[in-house]
């Protein structure tokens, strides 16, 4: 049965993306230091990203990620030469998917998980929206969460877990590695 992850890097004051997001810088104007760690010369960061290449069977993400992304991740998605499937959550197909690509629109976050399950089979499912991982999140269907911290401190941008709800949410440390460009956590969800 697959585990849906939440798998994402952030600044040590908790955004997920610098300000001035825009299709040129998806990630905001600096915003890409948060992968320095999976792209650059960290060993602890490609031994990370290599595991997550291994373990994932299908992936997650939302309709404004997507179309600031899908210029740089082409029809292979974001998972590259291994070609995860990809299910987006948006209201819309949009006109311009790439052919012959891995990605699949659905409507909910809820249907997202259902069916990026199903295809990933025994594999995990991650997630990588900071909106998208706070809906599944407040729905208590993610059982990880990997939090990649960079060592910056944006001061604003799109923050990571703004918008829960009012209950606590409980994790519990599974592991801690500190590598050259980030410090790496996983935490288990604990059911509500």
Known sequence: MSKVTLDI???VDGFATATGVR???PMGDGGQQLHQWAFGE???GNEILADSDRRVGGTIAGRRTYDLSVAWWGPDGPGGAARTPTFIVSHSTPVDVPANSIYVFVASPQEAVERASEVAGD???DVF???IGQQLLRAG???EIRLHIAPVIFGA???LFDKLHDGHIQLH???VQRGSTATHFRYAVSPR
């Open 42 to 44: 960290d060993e602890l």
């Open 129 to 131: 929206s900071p909106s």
């Open 9 to 11: 890097s952030m600044s």
């Open 157 to 159: 941008g799109t923050r």
């Open 123 to 125: 594999s995990d499912v």
């Open 23 to 25: 299709p040129d810088e």
């Open 173 to 175: 440390l599974i592991d």
């Open 141 to 143: 269907l993610v059982q």
